[in-house]
């Protein structure tokens, strides 16, 4: 059983810690996606320069 | 297709996460015996339980892949047990920092959960290793199934040994949340409501971007192009 109560001993520093980790999880793999994305747009690019460069052929 | 729905979903993740965490600070009571380092309670376990849940998922989809032979379901497996991994790497840390705040102590070799759940993630660990280390795609996808099964089975076993656990180190949550008190509950429940939309959200990205990929691959071939895209090691 856990009680609630209103004192509030230290440790502060592990719950950043902590809550820290979890958002640095996050904003690495959402960084990783945009670096993906941005692979992506540059293929996607590359793709229809080439469909351009056909079509003027 | 994957990407449909995505912007509402994510603002929906951001303010369910926020609203969360929100709670579990300013709204649920300060533990008695742990005092602020019980906080950290909110954001490993969701993440532990959502890790598990994406395991298992990842091995639904196997079996929805070996079923019907549709190499979609492999994806979605694949994309499903890669998150799992990043969110069981986020326990493990989270955890151990709990309990150094708790007990003392980075780590407990004798105390059942954080054990079996060490031995899910290291087991997972293989799984990349396993699927890249076959050329052919159509074995790599089965045989990563496989694997995604068997796992997957595994998983619940890491649950039944808390639940049967003789040491009351590590506390129990999922079942005993009568212990809680109420504003606790709640505060845990959104919490893993967040982290599982959380999880929905970055699937749904990652098989968007997968998906979107592989469009560009079929287009390239169709133009007769034999110039790769971006390289990539995750299966198509």
Redesign the interface.
Known sequence: ????????????G??A???L??LA??LG?VAI?AI??A??E???VE?AE??EG?EHE | MYGKGLRPLSLITCVALTGAFALAFFYAPMDADQGISQKIFYVHVPMAIVALGGFVAGGLYSIAHLRTGDRGYDLKSYVAIHLSQILAVGTLITGSIWARASWGHWWVWDEPTLVSFLIVFLLYCCYQPLRFSIEDPERQARYASVFAITAGAFVPLNFLAVRLAQSYTHPRVLGTTDGLPAKMALAFYIAVVAMALLYVTLWKYEMASKHARNRLRSIRRGLGEDIGLTRSASPQ
């Open positions: 059983m856990i009680i609630a109560s209103n004192t509030l001993p230290g440790d502060s592990y719950v810690a902590a809550y980790v979890f999880i996050v793999y996606m993906r994305a692979r992506l540059r293929d996607v793709i080439l469909v056909r």
